[in-house]
């Protein structure tokens, strides 16, 4: 018998393609040698052309879920992505109010190829319910937008952006300027608790093949989490942890391909 790894839990949609959600999270905490749980929380129909159907479980399924894997095995770190809806994301707030570990939330809006994975009506409970219960939350752009209204076009949009999602009442965030103009040639990401600033500036692969890439690194910083990291350390594992799986994305179907894990 071997000691056991750090417990991590993702909180999020099955992807049938293999490359997003649940898949891509416990991917990645495999690779990053924690021990991967999962509460499904919707069912996606998916490949590498997009999403071609989606069904929300219950709230009591996700709530059994997650009670079964928190009130027995217990949980180092929490990651959360698609919630589809405003129950579901209220029903997962009230979950994280009762957990002590700390929860990277990954404000899942839209994927990649335009199809909604959260209802517009939910995004009043990210802002009120969800984010307050956050030790980091990343959103992307797009994201930073629908939560606050910012169109981030410069680096001082995004410090402006970093104080309004906080504002909201996460300990941390991380606006992920992946698809900024400005940046031709790097992905630049701004990190914030309001007192200390982290640019995070990594190289852009010109890889098409990113799906995943969000849930790739909300789940390497929660399983930083889970390690025992604080969060510019987590963060800035996590960020090598998705340039490598970026770098490595590999084609699949006739869309676009996933990160790859076994970089
Ligand atoms: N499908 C599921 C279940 C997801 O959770 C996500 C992202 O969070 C996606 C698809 C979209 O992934 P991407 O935008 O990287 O293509």
């Known amino acids: 018998m071997t000691a056991a790894p750090p417990l991590c839990l993702t909180v999020a949609g099955s992807d049938s393609g293999g490359g997003a959600g649940i898949q891509a999270d416990l991917k990645t905490m495999l690779a990053l040698g924690v021990h ?39 949980v180092g770190a929490v990651k959360t992505g698609m919630l589809s809806g405003a129950v579901l994301v209220e029903t997962v707030a009230e979950l994280l109010a009762g957990t002590a570990a700390p929860a990277v939330v990954d404000p899942v809006g839209v994927s ?20 307050p219960r956050a030790t980091v939350a990343t959103p992307n752009l797009d994201e930073v937008e629908q939560l606050t209204g910012i169109a981030v076009t ?32 790097e992905a630049v990401d701004l990190l914030t608790d309001g007192a200390e600033e982290f640019w995070l500036r990594a190289p ?41 799986a970026i770098a490595a994305g590999f084609s699949l179907g006739g869309g676009i391909g996933p990160v790859d894990h076994a970089w």
């Not at 990649?112 to 984010?131: F, N, Q, T």
């Not at 309004?164 to 992946?178: D, E, F, H, Q, T």
């Not at 010109?206 to 789940?219: E, I, K, P, V, Y």
């Open 154 to 185: 410069s680096e001082d949009d995004m410090r402006r952006a970093a104080d309004a999602v906080l504002g909201y009442g996460p300990r941390w965030a991380l606006i992920k300027g992946g698809h900024l103009a400005a940046h031709a040639g």
């Open 112 to 131: 990649k190829h335009g199809d909604a994975l959260l209802a517009p009506s939910a995004l009043e409970a990210v802002r009120k319910e969800l984010l």
């Open 36 to 74: 991967g749980m999962s509460v499904v929380t919707a069912v996606t129909a998916q490949n590498s052309l997009g999403v071609k159907g989606a069904w929300e479980l219950p709230a009591e399924a996700v709530r059994a879920q997650y009670r079964a894997v928190v009130d027995d095995i217990g």
């Open 204 to 244: 852009r692969h010109d890889n098409r093949h990113t799906h995943g890439t969000g849930c790739t690194l909300a789940s390497a910083i929660a399983a930083g989490l889970a390690k025992g990291l604080e969060v510019p350390a987590a963060v800035t594992g996590a960020k090598e942890y998705v340039t490598g």
